[in-house]
């Protein structure tokens, strides 16, 4: 038996290194493509809509991912989907041979890349739990996090050394080759068990959604739980896209990767402290403290452009983030049926990361039409919030991080009000870990 634990195990770790090396690949196509288009029209709307075209296609298919993956082979689905994904980035590699890119030509080859990763996703996420068995799935969780936190950790770093040795295009056939790296750990794991079922091929899809929408809402702590998470996740949809913009309207890409790369350091230590000592006692206090915390931290990140005073916060913030993920996961987990799992998670995604499309839309052009020019000198903020927070380039993004903590402080305030929230996750017995994140992570 223990020698099919380590089997398991060892497949499982395969299959995850070839998607960690994709990970870290993706998201040094994000780092620089983002840098790429700032530099090309110094427009934070220009920066939000190359994040919003790998998202969308994301967030759009997810549910209809979630359900392919229950009826079709996951090892299959898997490879499609990063083969589609690895054509996308290859279209890029060939509009830039020609010269400058058009924004719209950049954002095409995203759009596609991201259309084939709906696909990939949920079927890498639902072969998980066909390769492990139950005692491993804690480990394993761990080490997806790692994977996930990689495009943030990892990336930005070795993108910006990167682009002091070799140009764009070159970057992106490191990352078409990282998605052919993930083909081949599929590859070499010959095949993978599989515990889906002949009657999941036979459910009605259309049925299956009702029934998950009809879940959540008949539960009312349960939706407000979901329209907090979507609340925040607006808020850090903000940092995600114009944390770029604000550094570089001050400096250049390799402090950008740098500042982007310790600050989400954070993300590991406070991992790792609720992996040592986390527990899924006061998950509801626990919520509440933590999202205040990251509510100062947030604000604090915008009141200066001195670079240290950016990434100190910025470490503290991304410290404080493991904590209300995992206090959010257990309380939803703790709330839904075993059997409506794969159907509840799916719409819960949906439903959590709409505040990241909001905020994808929105954070552009709030930085460049409203909040920027408000903070130019002469504007009409310059000589108040000015005083404190500085003027010129970028300094109207930092205005928006500081108005953004303070709004998820208050809703923190707000969580201890809230008396439907009391009886959620009580039955759970998982330990306090990340399982639904605030911040999206790359592929």
Request: aromatic share 10%; proline share 3%; net charge positive.
């Amino acid at each position: 038996m223990e020698t099919d634990t380590h089997k398991s195990f060892a497949i499982f770790l395969t299959v995850w290194s070839g998607q960690w090396v994709s990970a870290i690949g993706s998201g040094l196509s994000a780092f620089v493509l983002g840098a790429y288009a700032f530099q090309q029209t110094h427009s934070a709307s220009v920066y939000s809509l190359i994040l919003l075209s790998t998202f969308l296609p994301l967030f759009l298919l997810q549910p209809l991912g979630g359900l392919l993956a229950d009826r079709f082979n996951r090892r299959a689905m898997m490879m499609v989907g990063d083969l589609g994904a690895a054509s996308g980035i290859g279209m890029l590699v060939l509009m830039m041979s020609e010269g400058n890119v058009e924004i719209w030509k950049l954002m095409i080859g995203l759009s596609v890349s991201s259309v084939f990763l709906a696909l990939q996703q949920p079927a890498y996420n639902a072969a998980v739990t066909d390769m492990l068995p139950e005692e491993l799935f804690m480990k394993a969780s761990g080490l997806r996090q790692l994977a996930g936190a990689s495009p943030f950790l990892i990336s930005p770093l070795l993108a910006a050394a990167l682009l002091g040795v070799m140009d764009i295009q070159s970057i992106l056939i490191i990352d078409m080759l990282t998605f052919l790296a993930a083909i081949g750990a599929v590859l070499v794991v010959r095949k993978t068990p599989s515990r889906q079922t002949k009657n999941a091929f036979n459910q009605n899809w259309g049925k299956e959604l009702w029934d998950g929408f009809r879940y959540i809402a008949s539960n009312r702590g349960l939706l407000i739980l979901l329209v907090l998470i979507s609340l925040v996740n607006f808020y850090v949809g903000f940092l995600q896209s114009l944390f770029g913009p604000m550094i570089l309207a001050f400096t250049n890409t390799q402090a950008l990767g740098m500042a982007t790369s310790i600050s989400a350091a954070g993300m590991l230590v406070g991992g790792a402290v609720i992996g040592m000592w986390g527990r899924n006692q006061h998950a509801k206090k626990v919520l509440a403290v933590s999202l205040g915390c990251t509510g100062l931290f947030y604000a604090l990140i915008g009141v200066t452009n001195n670079l240290v005073l950016i990434v100190i916060p910025g470490f503290l913030f991304f410290f404080t983030l493991p904590f209300v993920n995992g206090s959010l996961d257990v309380l939803i987990r703790g709330n839904v049926d075993n059997n409506k799992q794969g159907r509840v998670w799916s719409l819960v995604g949906m439903i959590s990361q709409f505040g990241l499309l909001l905020a994808f839309s929105l954070s552009g052009f709030l930085a460049d039409k409203v909040f920027n020019p408000l903070l130019m000198p002469g504007g009409p903020l310059a000589a108040t919030v000015g005083k404190v927070i500085g003027t010129g380039v970028g300094r109207g993004i930092g205005f928006m991080f500081v108005i953004s903590g303070l709004f998820v402080i208050l809703l923190a305030l707000a969580i201890g009000r809230v008396r439907s929230m009391d009886n959620l996750g009580k039955e759970n017995h998982t330990g306090l870990i990340g399982g639904l994140a605030p911040v999206s992570s790359a592929n």
